[in-house]
């Protein structure tokens, strides 16, 4: 399709200290292509270069598109997409002549991710651009737990996730130490507990679970690791444990303390 640039119509308003209390302005003018097409890879510009799927649920289909177009003075060919299984790529165009745009349609299957959180990825395009011959594009999604309608009977037997201690307070410690913590979890409903996953947001800490299948009465484990080599100061770290209870899917559990930096000799 040929780029086409919309006209926009703005209004500022502007709040006075003084009588009257507030202003408006209005402004008119034309976007430019730099608006339209934010980011510049090689000679193709594109509306965006990462898609956030901000939550969609595990047995879920969403869809993005990408508006992405040729600035260069030579027809570009889009070739093929390169992604992970549960990412499809679906170009409206294989190629572009100057000046010319098209939409890229991004479908995340949550089901075929087989994961829970946050989660990101990337799509590498191969084109024919002389500057940057490969496009990538960041993909990231926050995958929810997604529960059947339950009956009444279904919801008196489901399994639940009790946590038996929701934060470790390890105190001061010195740069460079490592906390370990457990964090045990009883299946206090009728019928068996999934442990999917337990996840952070920060890299400094790994998890190991003991036993992800846990039968009604039963206690498992999910292992922490906190390695403090890149803290300093106060730090809240918070895990979340992804599970089929469908009351309570993601119990939390938060790691905290002091990590003293190690004073080291200038000589």
């Known amino acids: 399709m040929k780029n086409s640039i919309k006209l926009f119509t703005k ?71 390169r992604t992970a299984s549960h990412l499809k790529v679906k170009m409206e165009a294989d190629s572009l002549l100057p000046d010319s745009a098209t939409n890229i ?45 339950m009956t009444a009977e279904d919801s008196s037997l489901a399994p639940r996730a009790t946590l038996l201690d929701t934060l470790l307070n390890y105190g001061e410690v010195k740069q460079g130490d490592s906390i370990h913590a457990k964090v045990r979890v009883i299946n206090t409903g009728k019928r068996p507990l999934q442990i999917h996953t337990a996840k952070t947001s920060s890299g400094t800490v790994t998890s190991k679970i003991e036993n992800r299948l846990v039968a009604p009465g039963d206690t498992t484990a999910v292992n922490l690791l906190l390695r403090t080599a890149s803290i300093i100061g106060d730090d809240t770290k918070k895990v979340v444990i992804y599970c089929n209870d469908p009351y309570r899917p993601k119990p939390e559990f938060l790691l905290r303390g002091k990590t003293i930096a190690i004073k080291r000799d200038d000589h």
């Open 105 to 149: 349609i991004i479908y995340y299957d949550a089901a075929k991710r087989n994961d829970f959180g946050m989660v990101v990825e990337r799509i590498m395009i191969t084109t024919t651009d002389s500057l940057v011959k490969n496009k990538l594009i960041n993909v990231s999604a926050s995958i929810e737990p997604y529960f059947a309608p």
């Open 11 to 81: 209004v500022l308003l502007v709040v006075l200290l003084s009588q009257p209390t507030q202003a408006q302005q209005t402004i008119a003018g034309k976007k430019t292509i730099q608006d339209k097409y934010a980011k510049k890879i090689g000679n193709l510009r594109f509306s965006k270069a990462t898609v956030h799927f901000k939550k969609i649920f595990s047995n879920e289909v969403m869809t993005d598109t990408i508006q992405v177009m040729n600035n260069a003075s030579y027809t570009i060919k889009l070739g093929q997409a």
